[in-house]
Nanobody, 121 residues
């Protein structure tokens, strides 16, 4: 069974930084794109950042220059470094990945359970 587990959320003051991690585990054959989404209270889930298996990245406009997505392919882990946080960044952050497992040779979409980031003013 393949799963994603996020960590690193918490409470931080405006202007501060946090680093989120998401580790994939289980019977993994291949991990393709990895992404971070977030969902603020009362709002729809939105894409924050994405990274391909080759390391190409893209970001939502409101996090460009503040957030950095990276990955460690050897550790099956994706990171999100978040700097200059503001209260509008408060949300549950979800890890998402396209992965192929050893038992099912199809690329499927997997989600973590999320980690809460709260930015106080």
């Amino acid at each position: 069974q393949v799963q994603l587990v996020e960590s690193g959320g918490g409470l931080v003051q405006a202007g501060g930084s946090l680093r989120l991690s998401c580790a994939a585990s289980g019977s993994i054959r291949r991990i393709n794109a990895m992404r971070w989404y977030r969902q603020a209270p009362g709002k729809q889930r939105e894409l924050v950042a994405a990274i391909t298996s080759g390391g190409r990245t893209n970001y939502a406009d409101d996090v460009k220059g503040r957030f950095t997505i990276s990955r460690d392919n050897a550790e099956n882990t994706v990171y999100l470094q978040m700097n200059s946080l503001n209260p509008e960044d408060t949300a549950v952050y979800y890890c998402n990945a396209d992965m192929t497992s050893l038992t099912l040779p199809l690329s499927m979409d997997y989600w973590g359970k999320g980690t809460l980031v709260t930015v106080s003013s």
